[in-house]
């Protein structure tokens, strides 16, 4: 097992400016009145769970696509993938709920190709047309073997807010952390054609800890394959 460099703290900052609020405002109702504080406690709780951002250690092996956030797999299936010239694809899709770690991992070693963003509607993520309707970041990443992944944070039924940190002609590492969601989402990956999943429906994976795909060792040409 490997460790990716951990260059962020165990609370998300995404959540920094949320729990100082609650641990205020439950400070302040517990000197006004220690019953009346116990809902407010209870939130600042949940959003210290919910922000909690532990370090994973990676699985070693050749080709591996790391799950990029904790969940539920819901989607394990032949696609098209829209966001890299309506490629052919293996998608496999990762359903958070409110109880998960919402820190987002790269799948794998590679270049941004490109960052898209788009609004769109909050139907549980859970669903399978929450892939295209609801709003949305996709990543595109180019290996040095030349295959393409895409990465997409999905907004969920109670999610407000897609945080996407990388940037196109940025280069990331497999388990490197680059984006968070807000409270319920999904995150599916798109994988070249050849690709062998890992996982299956129901299962439960870890962001970086478990492995989804090995990839196809011969890389393919996806543009000529689109």
Avoid at 87 to 115: E, T, W, Y
Avoid at 143 to 149: C, I, K, P
């Amino acid at each position: 097992m490997k460790t990716p460099p951990y260059p962020h703290p165990l609370i998300a900052r995404e959540g920094w400016a949320i729990m100082a609020g609650a641990l205020v405002v439950s400070l302040l109702v517990t000197w006004w009145s220690p019953w009346i504080s116990v809902p407010f406690w209870v939130f600042t709780l949940f959003a210290l769970q919910f922000f909690r951002d532990p370090p994973r250690e990676a699985p070693e092996g050749e080709g591996l696509v790391l799950c990029p956030a904790d969940g539920r797999i819901v989607c394990v299936e032949d696609a098209v993938d829209p966001y890299a010239g309506g490629r052919p694809a293996l998608k496999i899709s990762v359903f958070m709920n409110v109880f998960n770690v919402h820190s987002n991992r790269a799948p794998v070693d590679g270049d941004v190709q490109s960052i898209a963003y788009f609004p769109g509607k909050f139907f549980n993520a859970a669903l399978d047309k929450a892939s295209l309707e609801n709003e949305r970041n996709a990543m595109v990443l180019r290996t040095v073997e030349g295959q393409t992944v895409t990465a997409v944070q999905v907004a969920g039924l109670v999610a407000k807010r897609i945080l996407c940190h990388a940037r196109a002609g940025q280069s990331l590492y497999a388990g490197q952390r680059y984006g968070f969601i807000r409270f319920g989402s999904r995150v599916d990956v798109y994988l070249p054609v050849g690709t062998r999943p890992r996982v299956a429906l129901g299962d439960k994976v870890k962001a970086t800890r478990t492995a989804l795909a090995e990839l196809p060792v011969s890389p393919r040409d996806d543009a000529s394959a689109a």
